[in-house]
């Protein structure tokens, strides 16, 4: 099946904002097995839609259009739709009440413009919005079967997942149940990652699981799209094969599905009613930002503190006697992890402590990561965990690199595992 | 003058990258009075390319392709223009030897695979690329000039503006000098903007400015584009018009050009010798990450404090009798701001203390933000400047405009201008 994506509007062509509606729906349609053959991008122009519509309509079976919908005069998807199937526009007197009332719930009189966003081309199928005031809608242009959809990114994703994706998966007589697996790791760069799932495809013989992968330094992001006759067959396939990934994938996989590497140390931290003190240099708060905003943290993360040079590290914690910068040593960060600690009176501390090389930023400017974890197990006063790394690849790749790698550890290390495993993104 | 842009590659179609090389090149070309009328994307597929390339060829005077101009079987891009323009392909013996010197440079032997790249249509112009091993090339398809363009950003970056950009000004026979000058401000919204600027164009009588904007919550940036036979004609038109931007839009600019709200606070600090600590709360980091990494901070940012629990903020300061939940006052967030002062021994502290609403994020859940800045003029202990301001709409929205809020307060205090000044984003 082909199926095409027509974004509208000036912001987009002007690239006044970025297009992200695009690749959001050429992922979620690749998520489900579909695939998008053709991208056109055109402005708020008459001319330029109706073509735009037309050729689309020649060579595709199924097109979404996003954008458009809105009640201002240069929002003209309805009108030029209906133009496109040769056919007039006729009030959708069901929407016209919803909107009427989505307006008085928030105490507003619907302005009259909104009217425009209730008349739809005669014939239209109607696609809900439950949370805004553009509804989709659904017509044949040629061809193909053209969807309509809002630019508001959140109104967009709604449509997109709950009316569309059926429709498509329909139309391509695809089996209609699917699932999108996703495990998020840190320390294996892709083509590792790949290497590592050779052959996990081939467990379901039928080819109903299909690997792919998403990176975003420092993370990448496994995928498996399960496609099967119903939920029971897709818990069939996609149990042993999730299972492996997790056997090959091992303590590399920080997360899966919507949970972040933030999310599972703040909630690993909260399980054992820990809390938590940070020490920060040059990622100088990166970390704390992370972590401290998220609901529930309040109650968790006790104190950050960020010192950007090292020499000023000890004095912030309480230990003005301490010289870092003479000599780092793996005594000299534990000692400023405990510190941290007490200072805070956390039963954890992270300490990420950074010898960043001199010069302008370069490619291969890198930074030394000290990272201890001091924890309320082991000896009397508790016991500390240590973690050296050599990061390369310029200031920014530093700083994010090092960020990651710390709150990594510290996931490791209230999970059980060993902080200390060779990871791709290191010197040695 | 018609312009196309044809974006390729799988990566970009299927979404698995945001295709952030469209909105740059259509930017780029609205900054100097050019505009985009078509965008289309496609992915590396012979077919689609070649339909991709006769299509925009009928249609349009210009148009730029980006991507496929790397070493691997699946970069198609000089193969299939050259076929599209029934011609064959060359090798282009200056530039394999470019390749070559660019391999030992950094002492590698260049792989037989990147001869590739070396192999242009036949009669098509050379595109210089400084920095990397895909040339561009100008090419005659139907009635358009094409231009091929690396995907990689920084290398596509470079080709445009100095090499297409300027043959894109000749084909529309505009004045050769361009000139772009940015405002960025904090504190008024993009239709205050507009209207505060009302006329402004108008005193150019030739339309030789032309003004827009770019809103990325919480800055907006206006932007003038100047246009003049050379730069002492543009310099003649800009300076009255920037000079009347300045004087309407006043305190809120914070930066012109590529200067950032941090970079500007930290150039201030420096420049006066100055040292700062930081008190967070909700933004738990957030100010801190965007000041503290950036080169020459590491002089300037003693300390930041970070306590999410506004009851242990007091603690982290060394203020321990201090009680801020039992209701907060100006005195105390002053408090805060001179003890944090005094710890760090530095010579300003800025103090952002939030009083999150309560409850699950929603789009009226707001937040008070009490400000206060420490500094050791006025009296013989130093004085504190004070600001208090309520913002509303959802966790992120009161997490990003406080940050901002609070470094423009300090960039305001350290300009001298008003701390206190009402804007747009905040309830009163």
Redesign the interface.
């Known amino acids: 099946m082909r199926i095409e994506i027509i ?1 509208t509007g000036d912001e ?9 509606n ?7 349609l ?1 998520d489900v097995g579909l ?9 708020d122009d008459r001319d ?1 839609l109706l073509a735009a519509f037309r050729m689309a309509g020649e060579r595709a079976d199924a097109v979404i259009v996003n954008g458009g919908l809105g009640p201002t005069v240069d929002d003209l998807s309805q009108e030029v739709a209906a133009q496109a199937a040769g056919v007039g526009l006729v009030l959708d007197e069901a929407w016209l009440v919803r909107m009427e009332e989505f307006f008085a719930r928030r105490s507003r009189i619907m302005p009259p413009n909104n009217r425009k966003q209730a008349m739809l081309p005669d014939g239209a199928e109607f696609l809900d919005n439950p949370i805004g005031t553009a509804c989709g809608f659904a017509l044949t242009i040629g061809r193909a079967r053209f969807f309509f959809t809002p630019g508001v990114p959140r109104e967009l994703r709604r449509m997109l997942e709950e009316q569309i994706i059926p429709r498509l998966l329909a139309m391509a007589g695809l089996q209609g149940a699917i699932f999108l697996k996703r495990f998020h790791s840190y320390g294996l760069g892709e083509s590792h990652v790949d290497q590592l799932l050779t052959g996990i495809e081939a467990m379901v013989p039928d080819g109903g699981v299909k690997l792919g992968f ?1 990176a975003h330094y420092p993370q990448i992001e496994t995928k498996l799209t399960v496609r099967g006759r119903d939920d029971d067959d897709i818990r069939a396939k996609l149990g042993p094969v999730a299972a492996e990934v997790r056997a090959r994938l091992g303590n590399f996989i920080l997360a899966e599905d919507d949970q972040t590497l933030e999310g599972v140390v703040l909630a690993a931290l909260t399980a054992r009613q820990a809390s938590l003190a ?1 020490v ?1 240099t ?8 992370r ?3 998220l ?1 529930g ?3 968790v ?9 090292l020499d ?1 590290v000890p ?2 914690v309480g230990l003005s006697h301490l010289l870092l910068t003479d000599a780092m040593t793996q005594d000299k960060v534990e000692a400023v992890a405990r510190a941290a600690r007490d200072a ?2 956390a039963s954890h501390a992270l300490a990420v402590l950074i010898e960043l090389d001199a010069g302008a ?1 370069r490619i291969d400017l890198g930074g030394t990561v000290w990272i201890a974890i001091a924890h309320p197990d082991g000896t009397s006063h508790g016991g500390v965990a240590f973690r050296r790394s050599r990061i390369v690849g310029g ?1 920014e790749w530093v ?1 994010l690199g090092a960020a990651e790698l710390a709150l990594d550890c510290l996931r490791r290390f209230l999970q059980g595992l060993p902080v200390v495993e060779r990871i791709d993104f290191e010197k040695v």
Chains 1, 2 share one sequence.
């Open positions: 974004c987009v062509l002007t690239g006044k904002i970025i297009n992200s695009f690749s959001y729906m050429a992922q979620k690749e695939s998008v053959h053709w991208g056109t991008t055109v402005g330029s998403r940070l920060e040059f990622t100088a708060g990166a970390i704390a930002a972590l401290a905003h609901p943290a309040e109650h993360v006790y104190r950050g503190v960020i010192a950007r040079d000023r004095g912030a805070a009176g930023d200031r700083r």
